[in-house]
């Protein structure tokens, strides 16, 4: 009895320490992928950017004294990153393009307006061709867009 006990005690700690090793190793490689861009852009204090969040394959990342972003996208589809100086725009939109006549949100874009030239940088966030969780992580990622859209307004 008691060895019985022990064989099950040992398998349900393997079935448990699987998971958390994967989980684990997928963190320190996804932390590790986002430092490497952070100094890509910043070489030298890639320490700087003070508020980064993830969610949905995707990682924003601010510098909010040197006022410096970057949206990093992990898409199995298109991975991307993409460094915005906030020093050198003077606003920031958040663009919502429906599919017709109906609310359904098909893509959602960061619209930045240069300063010196009135010309608009558009970052895409959202793409409903790229989602595979479609209508579920299409609201998730708008909350997210609008939560850093006011973080990146305070910082410009």
């Known amino acids: 009895m008691e060895t019985s006990v022990t064989i099950i005690g040992i398998v349900i700690a393997i079935i ?3 998971p958390m090793y994967f989980s684990a190793r997928s963190s320190a490689a996804n932390k590790s992928r986002i430092l490497n861009i952070k ?7 890639p320490e700087q ?21 970057i949206l990093m996208n992990f ?35 960061f619209e930045f307006q240069d300063k010196e030239t009135s010309r608009k940088i558009i970052i895409p966030f ?5 989602d595979r969780i ?12 609008k939560k850093w859209h006011k973080i990146i307004q305070d910082s410009i």
Do not use: W
């Open 16 to 18: 448990v320490a699987i």
């Open 39 to 45: 100094k890509k852009f910043n070489p030298n204090n």
């Open 49 to 69: 950017f003070d508020l980064t969040e993830s969610q949905n394959n995707k990682t924003l990342t601010i510098d909010q004294k040197n006022r410096k972003f």
């Open 75 to 109: 898409n199995p589809n298109q991975q991307e990153s993409t460094y915005v100086d906030l020093k050198s725009v003077s606003s920031c939109k958040l663009v919502l393009t429906t599919e017709g006549s109906s609310d359904t949100i098909v893509k959602i874009d």
């Open 126 to 130: 959202y793409d409903f061709d790229d």
């Open 134 to 145: 479609k209508q579920i992580s299409v609201y998730q990622d708008h909350m997210f867009a």
